[in-house]
């Protein structure tokens, strides 16, 4: 019991951007509402898009984890904002809220003790839990490095990293 609990921790901590990588709370961090709809050099998409490419995906698996009726939905077209879709000041407020909610929604789930972490989820007989959640944590690690970087690139991060 011991280990499994400490399973829970190491998985929660990773979940919430501990370790290896930034939180989420700190690259969406005084985010300038003039850069929203800004497309960086080389990149197809603004950095509304990327944070509401990280809501709709963790969105997608929490679903996947509690819906025994899940429905796949279909990539890329359900995973990222149409490519002319642009944000206010409140659409960023909404999907950082959103990010949020849900990202503490499958920390609940994973410490949860009466959450068997190996067992599959509700929808398909292979995928587990702890694999889900994972996935979560990688995909999210990937994209918040990835703002971060596009943040340094456009130099709106503000006078706290400019040391």
């Not at 995973?79 to 990202?103: E, G, H, I, M, T």
């Not at 949860?112 to 944590?137: G, K, M, N, Q, Y």
Request: charged fraction near 25%; hydrophobic fraction near 40%; glycine fraction near 4%.
């Amino acid at each position: 019991m011991k280990s499994e609990r400490r399973l829970r921790d190491q998985v929660v901590e990773l979940l919430r951007g501990g370790n290896a990588h930034m939180p989420f709370t700190e690259a969406v961090a005084d985010f300038p509402e003039s850069h929203i709809n800004t497309r960086p050099p080389n990149v197809d998409y603004t950095f509304w898009h990327l944070l509401e490419h990280l809501r709709l995906t963790q969105a997608d698996i929490l679903n996947y984890l509690t819906n025994a009726d899940y429905l796949e939905l279909e990539w890329p077209r359900d995973y990222w904002p149409p490519k002319d879709a642009l944000a206010n000041k409140q659409d960023w407020d909404d999907s950082v809220a959103a990010f949020q909610r849900d990202l503490e929604a499958i920390v609940a789930i994973i410490a949860d003790e009466s959450t068997d972490l190996f067992a599959t989820v509700p929808s398909h007989d292979e995928h587990t839990t702890l694999r889900e959640a994972l996935i979560v944590a990688d995909h999210n690690a990937y994209h918040i490095g990835e703002l971060g970087v596009l943040r340094q690139i456009e130099q709106v991060w503000g006078s706290r990293h400019t040391e």
